[in-house]
């Protein structure tokens, strides 16, 4: 029939109708002993999220045990930088999104006295400008993400005072379009990625 969308699956009557939690965890955990695989190697620019990522997911489904907490605490502190903020990885350039992705792993295990957390604040604090948006790192890409990122990360060092708040809050709602969504910077389109962090930067404001 015109204008119906196309399946691109189709779901069996027998087909299993409950969560197999056992399979997601070991699908997760089984990352652990991969780090030789052509995947694990090629996501390396994303580490530090990815593992933010899966460590999330083992802690809603009560798992945070079955990951190694000292190889994952060893691997964050390493990324943390002189300027201190974090790579993805080992030797990557730091830049905003990892930063928070290594303050919420740190968060997670109420460990964030291994860092300098002094260090994370200044970095963040570096990267916002006039007129209050914030730079992703030192290259000077801006976008409302990067706003998103930066509160967050102060919010949850509890440093919110270490940047001006209403210029943020302003930049991004200057990015608001008629249509009520947001773009990564004035004018830009709106986008469904960017709602998130104008809401939340807008709460936090």
Avoid at 18 to 39: F, G, P, T
Avoid at 140 to 155: K, M, N
């Amino acid at each position: 029939m015109a204008g119906m969308p196309i399946k691109d699956v189709i779901i069996k009557e027998d087909a299993p109708r409950s969560l197999m939690l056992e399979k997601h965890i070991e699908y997760i955990v089984s990352y652990q002993s991969k780090k030789e695989d052509y995947e694990y190697i090629m996501t390396e620019y994303l580490r530090m999220s990815g593992m933010y990522w899966g460590l999330t997911a083992m802690d809603l489904m009560n798992s945070l045990d079955r990951m190694n907490k000292q190889e994952v605490l060893e691997f964050v502190k390493e990324c943390q930088h002189d300027c201190g903020g974090f790579g993805a990885s080992v030797h990557h350039d730091p830049h905003l999104l990892y930063t928070l992705s290594a303050i919420q792993i740190l968060i997670l295990y109420n460990c964030i006295e291994l860092i300098d957390v002094e260090r994370a604040v200044g970095y963040v604090q570096s990267l916002q400008l006039e007129d209050g948006s914030f730079q992703g790192d030192k290259w000077g890409e801006v976008d409302t993400r990067f706003s998103f990122c930066a509160i967050a990360c102060l919010c949850l060092l509890g440093r919110l005072e270490a940047v001006d708040i209403k210029k943020a809050t302003d930049f991004v709602l200057s990015c608001m379009n008629f249509d009520g969504g947001f773009g990564c910077r004035p004018g830009s389109e709106s986008h469904s990625g960017q709602v998130r962090p104008g809401v939340r930067q807008h709460q936090a404001g």
